[in-house]
């Protein structure tokens, strides 16, 4: 086996991730959760013991399903937050050979090993594990480690090869939106003009008071899980208040929009389906 090597942040990034627990009998039912035909809202409050996963292929490993297809909603992938305890893992974590996964680190670390070669993901850190390649992942530190994993059907394309990558955001320069002085940005993963991508997992950054200004109304299918500060979206004809730790599912068409409320910058890993024709 080839020595490891370590996608490591320059600075340790606060992303809020849950931690599960049980509220106590005095705390009211409502809050802001809410399921409608062009978009969900899971609150970050929902995110309780009562409501993970077990998944077969992991050891010492509970997860909170975040996304998954169903009708009238997002069809073309899911999304977990894994939370796996010191000494867990998985040695085959997908059980779909033609599902192609994106991992992303928001607490602990991970070390996973892709077709031989070990990789260690801390805080920031991210790999994109293409369909049929064989992987596994392992939580050597002493703290839990917490993290997203998306999961799509890969989509091949002739003479375009989805290649494995492993990295960390903070390597990755953003990319400014024109005319917004760098108050919006982007951080991409994976390269979206290259066609052996059939989705893309970006980090959008706003300074407070930036906004998206018009209603994104597109094909592309969102999950928006917010890593840091608060917002406001505009999602379909409704205003939603979000903060961090909070997640949004939108389905395609779904109008959108945002701005960011401050004190800190808002900040939301984002995916989204990209790059392939309209299937009919």
């Not at 062009?38 to 997860?63: H, L, N």
């Not at 091949?156 to 494995?164: K, T, V, Y």
């Not at 970006?202 to 300074?207: G, M, R």
């Not at 500060?229 to 208040?241: H, I, M, P, Q």
Request: aromatic share 10%.
């Amino acid at each position: 086996m080839s020595e490891p090597t370590t996608a490591a942040p320059s600075a340790q990034a606060p992303y809020y991730a849950p931690h599960g627990g049980h509220p106590p009998q005095t705390e009211l039912l409502t809050d802001r959760a809410i399921v409608t035909e062009a978009y969900t809202v899971i609150p970050r409050g929902v995110m309780r013991d009562i409501v993970t996963s077990v998944f077969p292929e992991w050891s010492r490993t509970r997860a909170w399903v975040l996304n998954r297809p169903v009708a009238g909603g997002a069809t073309t992938f899911a999304q977990h937050i894994l939370e796996v305890s010191p000494g867990g893992g998985a040695q085959k974590p997908e059980p779909q050979a033609e599902v192609a996964g994106f991992l992303f680190v928001m607490e602990g670390q991970l070390s996973i090993t892709h077709e031989g070669q070990r990789h260690e993901l801390t805080p920031g850190g991210f790999a994109f594990l293409p369909a049929g390649s064989a992987w596994s992942a392992q939580n050597d530190g002493a703290e839990a480690a917490r993290f997203h994993w998306f999961r799509k059907r890969a989509e091949p394309l002739e003479g375009h090869p989805a290649r494995f990558a492993v990295g960390n955001e903070h390597d990755v320069e953003p990319g400014s939106m024109p005319g917004t002085d760098g108050r919006w940005r982007t951080t991409r993963m994976l390269d979206p003009n290259d066609l052996g991508y059939d989705f893309g997992v970006n980090i959008v950054t706003f300074e407070p008071g930036a906004s998206i200004p018009f209603a994104e109304t597109h094909i592309m299918e969102h999950g928006l899980y917010v890593l840091q500060g608060k917002g406001v979206y505009r999602l379909n004809a409704d205003w939603v208040e979000v903060q961090e730790g909070d997640y949004m599912s939108l389905r395609a068409f779904c109008p959108q929009a945002c701005y960011a409320g401050g004190p800190g910058p808002f900040r939301y890993l984002l995916y989204k389906d990209q790059n392939r024709q309209v299937v009919l």
